[in-house]
């Protein structure tokens, strides 16, 4: 099932409202279930990392999770559609 344009509008809307810190975290505790945010915030470290240039198997290790998933998110930091480098470089990380 395709959802509609707009939602994904609506959605990219919201985030935009978001103006620091403490909303982007009433949002998110509200939106996502606490697994998805965890997925998040370890997908944010793993890019982090990635990008610093650290190795995907010191990467895995240290944050508990598999080589695929390592792998995945470099595929995306290298191919995705920018947003990861976009947010790292606006972030200076």
Same mark, same amino acid.
């Given at each position: 099932?395709? &959802?509609?344009?707009?939602?994904?509008?609506?959605?990219?809307?919201?985030?935009?409202?978001?103006k620091?810190? +403490?909303?982007?975290k009433?949002?998110l505790q509200?939106?996502?279930?606490?697994?998805e &945010?965890?997925?998040?915030?370890?997908?944010w470290?793993?890019?982090?990392? &990635?990008?610093?240039g650290?190795?995907?198997?010191?990467?895995? #290790?240290? &944050?508990?999770?598999?080589?695929?998933?390592?792998t995945?998110?470099?595929?995306?930091? +290298?191919?995705?559609?920018?947003g990861?480098?976009?947010f790292?470089? +606006?972030? #200076? +990380?």
């Amino acid at each position: 099932m395709t &959802l509609p344009d707009r939602y994904y509008k609506e959605l990219y809307e919201l985030l935009c409202a978001v103006k620091n810190a +403490k909303e982007a975290k009433m949002l998110l505790q509200d939106l996502l279930t606490p697994q998805e &945010l965890d997925s998040l915030a370890e997908r944010w470290q793993e890019v982090q990392a &990635l990008a610093k240039g650290e190795a995907q198997r010191s990467i895995a #290790k240290r &944050l508990g999770i598999s080589i695929s998933k390592i792998t995945r998110g470099s595929r995306v930091l +290298k191919n995705g559609n920018g947003g990861f480098g976009y947010f790292l470089r +606006k972030m #200076k +990380k």
